[in-house]
């Protein structure tokens, strides 16, 4: 059986090194802030809202929060991200993606400002993730993995990779990152001819996809560590699921994550971690 990596413990390192930086910024007058920004009342985006709120606040980072409706115009979007861009005491922002049909997410990610971008939806912030060059941040969730596998002991210098999804969000990003840190990285996607046989033969395989049971018994082997990035909803289940058939993959593999209860809980870390760091730089 399966080792099973749950994100608890890592989200607990990363928050207990926060600490002593909150209070030094709020004994010195500065109170770390984000500001999130959501369209809709998708389930995902509500679950990930809540935790990031929970995170956030018992680490004494305020939380506000800008909620639009489906039907809301681009420039609405637009004008709230400019508002949050020129509030000085706003550190970070996160929009949920992906937005509603209709809007466009490379124009909204324009109106807001780079240095309040903590979750790389900015040309700027992608880039340094990308290329390594910039001070931009990284996606939260692709960083959150990276530091999941390095919690629990998974060697990533030399492993090979397979990260299945290419989108900006979690794809691409993770895969950079994992590149960095000199692993051999394959990227998979809905055009991928040999899934299956592309998974099997990683020793990593991160499953960004968003569709659930994408990875299951024929794409995993004995001694793999499998992480899960997927959330999605299951309406007949009425709970979310990850992108892993669980039950399936978890009697093969060396590791997997849970999802609920995993990268889910490290990333909202980071995001907490990656505000800290905002309203430093400002403090500085």
Known sequence: MAEILRGAPVAAGIQEALVPRVSMLRGSGVVPTLAIVRVGER??????????????????????KHVLPVSCSQRELED?????SSDPLVH????FR????????????AALDPSKDVDAITEGSL????AGRGDGFAPCTAEAVVALLDHYGVGIDGAE??????????????????LSRNATVTVCHTHT?????????AD????AVGRAATIGPSCVREGQVVVDVGINWDEGAGRLVGDVDFDAVEPIVRGVTPVPGGVGSVTTSILARHVVEAAERTFA
């Open 43 to 64: 389930p995902d985006d509500l679950s990930y809202e809540r935790a990031a709120e929970k995170r956030c606040g018992g680490l004494g980072i305020d939380v506000r």
């Open 80 to 84: 709230v991200l400019r508002r949050v």
């Open 92 to 95: 970070g922002c996160l929009l």
């Open 98 to 109: 992906p937005l509603p049909e209709g809007l466009d997410e490379e124009a909204a990610s």
């Open 127 to 130: 880039l340094s993730t990308l």
């Open 161 to 178: 990779a397979c990260v299945v999804g290419r989108s900006l969000v979690i794809g691409r990003p993770v895969g950079a990152l994992l």
């Open 193 to 201: 001819r040999d899934l299956a046989g592309c998974c099997r033969r």
């Open 204 to 207: 990593i395989v991160v499953a």
